[in-house]
């Protein structure tokens, strides 16, 4: 395990020498310390961007040239995938097969924009038909320049990656922030980095506190754009900073996404994608479907299959064998989502199963999948982020009304829909205002795919080409033809 910053190519403590401590959620054992970056080794990371950026030639090489950097990391990350996947295990909670999972789909994130790099050597110049034929005129793409990247706890690794890989393959240099609570993963990709050789100052890894590293990046006048997925109340934060120097931001907040369930659904499937729309990651989910609308017909038979399934779910330490809910990430988020609940009973909801630390697991932040009824609508249970294994299920009577509910709310991150009417459920996926919508599934996610939210859930989208288009910036060079004369003031 790691423990120090990788600033400019090297590794080296903090400037005053502080540490913080890495706490396993599954046995509440500190594991490890790592160094907490204070302002002055954030501005060292950005000048060594800077440098990297500015002077090194990091944008100056094909795209093809960074092509074989990402390709490596690539490799680089599933070389030790088991190792890594074990080390956000102990870090983040979550069960072994999930952070197996994430870990595996970093690697391709890396490959994936190492295809879109390459592809920018092969179509750097759109030309702009124009009116005037003395004019002619192209539009290229170049890449914005240092990044401050600051990501959640959720996917420590996968975070990571969405970031870093499109904004190394659009040229542009990185200042990373993982998590105080998760940073193992992003210094394990700093030296994965650094073993493959990427040149000095192009990757840099800043540990430590949001409001001391984080802010720093955020307030940094050599940072030319903004990065950032978690929090809304953060969100705004580094707008407003943004503001101030006019940095390029791109934003993935939170959301409370619904899950409509019609009548011609099959039970069962519904249950199963219910489940797996917030019980994965022990819900500690952005795209989370935390509320859950079922037509009046379905409901009293997919309500008594979701407590029993829900019952069933095997809670423990990642690393056991068949665990299929981990403790929560912290300490912190434990006492948030237990009073969240707390707060819905107190408004008049009903603990259909779960609500509580589970029997036989005193150490750990362990909680029960818990499904709430009888939720009200203006409650904060309905309308705010739970951000862990909870969800809220009511009923509906018509599509317009599902509609109607689903898009009551100030989020609009993403939203599902399960019917075997093809029709119908193209027509309510069209209506939703979300950014990603489910048909008959809940939260698979592929790197092809556009990933962002409307409303307070964000600005920009991260993955595919338009997770490349934000790390890029637009220019166009239009040339008048040599031996024409403009004629304005000299005839
Ligand atoms: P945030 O506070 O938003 O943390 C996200 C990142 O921002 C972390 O790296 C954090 O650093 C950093 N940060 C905090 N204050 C900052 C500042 N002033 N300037 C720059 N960076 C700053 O989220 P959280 O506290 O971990 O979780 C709180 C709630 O946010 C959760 O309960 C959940 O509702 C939501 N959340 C949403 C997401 C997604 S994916 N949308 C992910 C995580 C959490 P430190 O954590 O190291 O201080």
């Given at each position: 395990m790691r423990s120090e910053l990788y600033i400019d190519g090297k590794w080296r403590p903090s400037s005053d020498g502080r540490t913080f401590d890495v706490v396993n959620p599954a046995t509440e054992e500190v594991i490890h310390r790592i160094a907490a970056a204070t302002a002055e080794d954030v501005d060292l990371a950005v000048k060594a961007a800077r440098r990297a950026f500015d002077r090194d030639g990091w944008p100056k090489l094909s795209g093809a040239q960074r092509a074989k950097y990402l390709r490596a990391i690539a490799e680089g990350i599933r070389a030790r995938q088991a190792e890594i996947?074990?080390?956000?295990?102990?870090?983040n909670g979550k069960p072994f097969p999930e952070a197996d999972w994430d870990v595996a789909d970093a690697a391709g994130c890396f490959d994936f924009y190492a295809g879109l790099a390459e592809q920018l050597d092969n179509n750097p110049e759109e030309p702009i038909a124009l009116p005037d034929a003395r004019f002619t005129s192209k539009a290229v793409k170049?890449?914005?320049?240092?990044?401050?990247?600051?990501?959640?706890?959720?996917?420590?690794?996968?975070?990571?990656?969405?970031?870093?890989?499109?904004?190394?393959?659009?040229?542009?240099?990185?200042?990373l922030k993982p998590a105080e609570v998760t940073s193992l993963t992003a210094l394990e990709l700093a030296a994965i980095a650094d073993d493959v050789g990427l040149p000095a100052g192009v990757l840099n890894v800043v540990t430590g506190a949001g409001s001391v590293a984080g802010q720093a990046i955020i307030d940094h006048r050599q940072v030319d754009k903004l990065a950032f997925t978690g929090s809304g109340p953060v969100g705004s934060k580094i707008m407003a900073a943004a503001a101030r120097d006019i940095k390029r931001i791109s934003l993935e907040l939170g959301g409370?996404?619904?899950?409509?369930?019609?009548?011609d659904a099959d039970i069962d499937e519904a249950v199963e994608w219910i489940m797996f729309g917030i019980f994965w990651n022990q819900g500690q989910v952005c795209s989370a479907t935390s509320r859950v609308l079922v037509q009046e017909g379905n409901y009293d038979r997919l309500l008594s299959r979701l407590v029993e399934e829900t019952k069933k779910i095997r809670i423990g330490n990642g690393l056991e064998d068949g665990v299929l809910l981990g403790p929560l990430v912290s300490k912190r988020q434990h006492q948030?989502?237990?009073?969240?609940?707390?707060?819905?009973k107190a408004a008049g909801a009903t603990v259909a199963c779960g609500g509580k630390r589970p029997e036989g697991f005193e150490t750990g932040y362990y909680l029960e999948p818990t499904v709430l009824t009888d939720v009200p609508l203006e409650s904060d249970a309905w309308r705010e982020e739970i951000f862990g294994p909870v969800v809220s299920i009511r009923t509906f009577s018509t599509e317009e009304e599902a509609i109607e509910l689903a898009n009551d709310s100030r989020f609009g991150l993403a939203a599902a829909v399960m019917s075997r009417d093809d029709r119908r459920a193209e027509r309510v996926a069209a209506a939703f205002r979300a950014g990603i919508v489910w048909i008959n599934c809940s939260q698979p996610t592929f790197t092809e795919a556009p990933w962002g939210g409307y409303k307070e859930s964000g600005i920009g989208r991260e993955l595919g080409r338009w997770g490349l288009d934000n790390y890029l910036e637009t220019k166009q060079i239009t040339r008048f033809?040599?031996?024409?004369?403009?004629?304005?003031y000299i005839k």
């Open positions: 996947a074990r080390l956000e295990v102990i870090d170049e890449p914005i320049g240092v990044v401050g990247a600051i990501i959640p706890w959720n996917y420590p690794l996968l975070m990571a990656a969405w970031k870093v890989a499109p904004a190394l393959a659009a040229g542009c240099t990185v200042v409370k996404s619904p899950f409509v369930v019609f009548d948030q989502v237990v009073a969240a609940i707390e707060a819905a033809a040599t031996g024409e004369k403009w004629g304005w």
